[in-house]
Every structure is written in C-alpha cells, then in structure tokens.
C-alpha cells in the first residue's frame, strides 16, 4: 500500500521550484500530485520536468482535489493567510513558508482557521532541521552546557535581493532577524526584551526604500541569559549562518559553512570557498523539513513548527523595528494557551 502523503504545491518562484524538486524526488513519504502558479508558462514547463506531476494555474483546482491531502504555500507573502485559510476549509494540512502575514491579527486569524478545521499547520523554519542546529539542540536538551549564559548568532546574505522584493518585504528583521529569533527561542527559551539598532550602510537605495542593511540586536532571555544577533544582507564574502552558545558547563558553536574544508595560502593571502546563499548552505534541512511535515500529517501529530511559532518570531521582529526606530527597548510577555505560546508587547 502506497501510504505516501499526496501533496500540491500552489507558487513556483524560487522557494516553490526547490520545494518542488524535493518533493518529487528527495521526500520518500511525501507524492506530489499537482503544481499551481499564476503564470501558465511557469507551471507548465515545470510540470514536464516533473513527471506525472500535474499542472494549473487556480490554487481552487488544488483545493477541490480529493486526492490532495496536504498543501506547500510558497506564493507571495501577502497570499499566505487567505489561501492557509482556504486550505482549511477545504480540509487540506498546510505547509506555509515564513511569514504567515505581515500583519499580526492576519497571523493569528490563520493559524485558528487550521485549528478549528482539525489541519496540521507547519511553517518553514528549515534551520531546526539542519542536523548541526540539530545536535546543538540536542545537546542543551540534554543540559550539557548548563545554565545558558550568553547566546550569539549571525545571519549574513552575500548580496541583498533588488529593491522591489524589499519593498514588499515587511521590513528587514521581519525579513532576515526573524529566523534567529525563532533559533533563540528554540535553542534558548522564551524573550522578554529586545533592543535593536540597524542602519543603511552600503547603498542609500535601502533608506530611499525605507528599509536597513545592517543590523545589530540584543535580547534577554526570561530565564536570564543574553543574546546578540547579528545581521547584514551585504557581507560580500559568501552567505554566512553561525552560532555561539556559552553555559556553566561548555560553550557550543555551529561554525559557517564552507563548500570544502580547503584553505588555499599563497604568501599574500589565503582564501576559503564559502557557500553562496541559504539554499546552498540548508538545502538537507529544507528537504527534512518537509518530511518531519508529512510524517506529522501521517502520524497525526503535531508538526514540529506551529504556526505560533510563527507569531512568535513575527511579534519579536516587530518589536527589534519599534526599538530600532524609537531607540530604546521594548519589552515582552508572553501565555501558553493550549500549550502554544503567544507574545504580546508590553511597552
């Protein structure tokens, strides 16, 4: 018996087409029966590499498949609530890529939508699936390094991405910071203030756009451990993704990816061949984070990353851009409700 997850997969830009590939060739438990994109030109010449892959271009015609048991959103940001929602009423589990609205009542709009329906709903966090941000969580689980003390990680685009994407971006820590928030606070625990400064250093089309390039966040944890963050969308040298974690009893680090442990010296100068960007340095992750999706679809049981995750790391982002602009902290609190945790600001 064929107990493979049937999945369509509406939004073939970047995202959707790595999405797609990994479904139709790389997930053992997932079948990808159907892409869906606006542009007919795009879904039908995927389509045909992708065989016996079908093909539209009405998110509806993926909706009123039968067969269909859980859908992959990778379209525009500002299509994600509605078509989560969508999904939900049509009994469709969900995976939904980051974020799920640029605006928070959106957000938790969506997320009740897949509650009320009884969907799974799993959002696109890939770096809790890469198996080095893996074993480090394992180990604090573990409480090899103790008490946390202090918390460091960077997060470093090689190039930023044209000013149209920017614009449309929800804002640069909505857009970069929010995937070492979610880091923090499954690595760490729960935030209860951030501190942002962030500035237009490289280019002035980024304050034209109103928008930074460089960033530098500090947090508290409410267990009472540090943390500093660091983000740029212009280092230059490659795509960079690292982490420090120092405790009572030892100091984890997720080192920077490189594409061979090789290290050219000349007498002049040396020179290490560092990944390009995030699909290059997670592609395993990426394609685990959709398995550990149909495996909880499969299953029955809760995905790994909620769409209050989700809310989550939105609500902290939020908050680094309100310091940032106000120059001054910004404080946190957050409820469990039905063993999810929400945030809320305080000030």
Same mark, same amino acid.
């Given at each position: ?90 009994? &469709? ?26 969907? &799974? ?132 680090? @997720? ?41 909880? @679809? ?19 982002? &939020? ?17 469990? &409700? ?10």
């Amino acid at each position: 018996m064929d107990d493979r997850v049937r999945v369509g997969l509406v939004g073939l830009g970047r995202m959707g087409r790595f999405h797609a590939a990994n479904l139709a060739g790389r997930i053992p438990l997932a079948d990808l029966v159907r892409i869906v994109d606006a542009d007919e030109g795009v879904a039908r010449e995927l389509s045909e590499g992708l065989r016996g892959v079908e093909w539209s271009t009405d998110y509806a015609d993926l909706l009123e498949d039968s067969e269909i048991e859980a859908v992959v959103i990778a379209s525009p940001t500002p299509l994600h609530a509605d078509m989560i929602e969508a999904a939900a009423e049509a009994g &469709k589990h969900v995976f939904c890529e980051k974020p799920i609205s640029l605006d928070i009542e959106r957000t938790y709009e969506a997320i009740e939508a897949a509650r009320a329906a009884g969907v &799974k709903l799993q959002v696109g966090f890939h770096r809790r699936f890469d198996p080095d941000y893996r074993r480090a969580w394992q180990k604090i689980a573990a409480d090899e390094v103790g008490e946390v003390y202090l918390f460091r990680t960077s997060l470093r685009d090689m190039q930023a991405p044209g000013f149209d994407y920017i614009k449309g971006s929800g804002g640069f820590f909505a857009d970069v910071t929010l995937h070492d928030f979610d880091t923090a606070r499954w690595l760490i625990g729960e935030i209860e203030e951030v501190t942002a400064l962030g500035a237009a250093l490289s280019d002035p089309g980024f304050e034209e756009v109103g928008d930074i390039d460089n960033a530098v966040v500090t947090v508290r944890f409410a267990g009472g451990a540090l943390g500093v963050i660091d983000n740029s969308r212009v280092a230059g040298y490659g795509y960079e993704c690292s982490s420090e974690v120092m405790g009572s009893r030892a100091t984890l680090r @997720v080192d920077n990816h490189r594409r061979a442990s090789v290290e050219t010296l000349t007498p002049d100068s040396s020179h290490q061949d560092y990944v390009s960007d995030f699909v290059e340095r997670f592609a395993d992750a990426y394609a685990a984070g959709l398995e550990s999706f149909a495996r909880a @679809v499969r299953e029955d049981r809760d995905p790994e990353v909620s769409g209050a995750d989700a809310a989550a790391a939105f609500v902290l982002a &939020k908050a680094a851009e309100r310091s940032h602009r106000e120059g001054r902290a910004v404080r946190l609190t957050n409820e469990t &409700k039905d063993g999810e945790v929400f945030y809320e600001e305080v000030d």
